[in-house]
């Protein structure tokens, strides 16, 4: 590890004590300068208790989710999804893009992977710097220099990536973020108004009021933007990423293509089934990160990774009896297909239509056909 990323590593952190020190600041000022030194010497012992108790509750469950936020350690991929170095040999002898593409493809049958997703190009999703095919909802970050399950962004304010292993936890956080100061906030402006206009002494303590309502004023503002986005994401079940970017299936690009299929499904994914852990930063999400169920048009999609897979467009359901007969279409639905184009050009006299036709039969034989008419023009 060179000096370089020794100082990048040390510099990660520097959001993270601006965070803590506000935190440590905003304790002193509302604890101390608030309650104490404003609220007791008015005999407002109630209130007083009122005021410390549910601060604290609110301070204990922003601190843990943050805590956690940070300290959890990222999704990695597992190891089938890396490269062997046998494997990676395959890969590298060959030059062209398609050949390093189709070898990628039968590493992927051989190993069974769970890939759905692919590049826009149509290619599978292989990262250079981890020699790896990635994982659906997977994306390599520069910063911790690894590709993540299910990344979300990376946030220097918690100096790790945001993804699938704690997720719940920095939504959490942003919600506590956002009730530690408005109740704050709430619970300091009266004593703001009279700082403000003299109704009360102590200079000391006035500096510290009025500096705690506009920092808890602004920081609840600016958190509540990103919790309602990050409910909105949780809902859809999406990740930033895929807000901006939607993941592509063999369909094309669908930004729904990892929904449950219903808002309520799609909280149970990240937060669980049991309601009682929901606000709690526990690890009670669904699924390991790797595998995600698709809509139901992608549920065959394992064929993305086949070079000689057929259109979705003409083909039906398959079952075990389609599987095995020799020269018959994908199903039932292309045994009855039949499909009739014409091209014709109107509006100019004695200018033949033609008419193809092309149906299959029972036993897999197409058969094609052509009619000509002469068409008058009426004017």
């Not at 204990?60 to 999704?75: C, D, H």
């Not at 600016?222 to 999406?238: Q, Y």
């Not at 109107?346 to 033949?352: D, F, K, L, R």
Request: glycine share 8%; hydrophobic share 40%; aromatic share 14%.
């Amino acid at each position: 590890m060179g000096v370089l990323s020794v100082c990048m590593k040390i510099a990660g952190w520097f959001p993270v004590v601006f965070i803590t020190a506000v935190v440590l600041w905003s304790y002193y000022a509302y604890v101390f300068e608030l309650c104490i030194f404003t609220l007791a010497p008015l005999h407002s012992i109630v209130q007083l208790i009122f005021y410390i108790l549910f601060y604290h509750c609110f301070l204990v469950m922003f601190v843990w989710s943050y805590w956690k936020t940070i300290f959890t350690q990222i999704g990695r991929m597992p190891t089938e999804f890396y490269l062997t170095s046998s494997e990676l040999q395959r890969y590298e002898a060959e030059d062209r893009n398609e050949q390093q593409l189709d070898v990628l493809k039968q590493i992927s049958r051989e190993k069974r992977l769970p890939v759905h997703t692919r590049t826009f190009g149509g290619g599978m999703r292989y990262c250079g710097p981890c020699k790896a095919i990635k994982p659906d909802r997977a994306h390599h970050c520069s910063v911790c220099s690894t590709c993540v399950l299910k990344m979300d962004h990376h946030c220097p304010w918690v100096n790790n990536c945001v993804g699938f292993s704690n997720y719940k936890y920095f939504v959490l956080f942003l919600l506590y973020a956002l009730l530690y100061c408005l109740y704050v906030a709430v619970t300091v402006l009266p004593y703001f108004i009279q700082f403000w206009t003299g109704g009360l002494g102590g200079e000391n303590s006035k500096f510290h009021i009025l500096f705690l309502f506009f920092a808890a004023a602004m920081f609840a503002i600016s958190v509540s933007v990103l919790f309602c986005m990050h409910i909105h994401l949780t809902l859809t079940n999406r990740s930033t990423l895929e807000s901006f970017r939607p993941p592509v299936f063999r369909h094309g690009p669908d930004k729904d293509g990892f929904s449950r299929g219903s808002a309520c499904n799609n909280f149970r994914e990240i937060f669980g089934e049991e309601p009682k852990y929901w606000l709690l930063p526990m690890p009670t999400g669904k699924g390991d990160g790797v595998s995600y169920p698709v809509q139901a048009r992608d549920e065959d999609s394992d064929r993305l990774i086949d070079p000689g897979a057929e259109s979705d467009v003409l083909s039906g359901p398959e079952d075990e009896e389609d599987r095995h007969t020799k020269g018959a279409g994908k199903g039932e639905i292309r045994n009855s297909m039949k499909s009739t184009v014409n091209y014709a050009t109107m509006g100019q006299p004695e200018v033949p239509s033609v008419a193809i036709n092309m149906e299959n039969s029972t036993d897999g034989q197409v058969n094609y056909g052509a009619e000509t008419n002469s068409i008058n023009s009426h004017r």
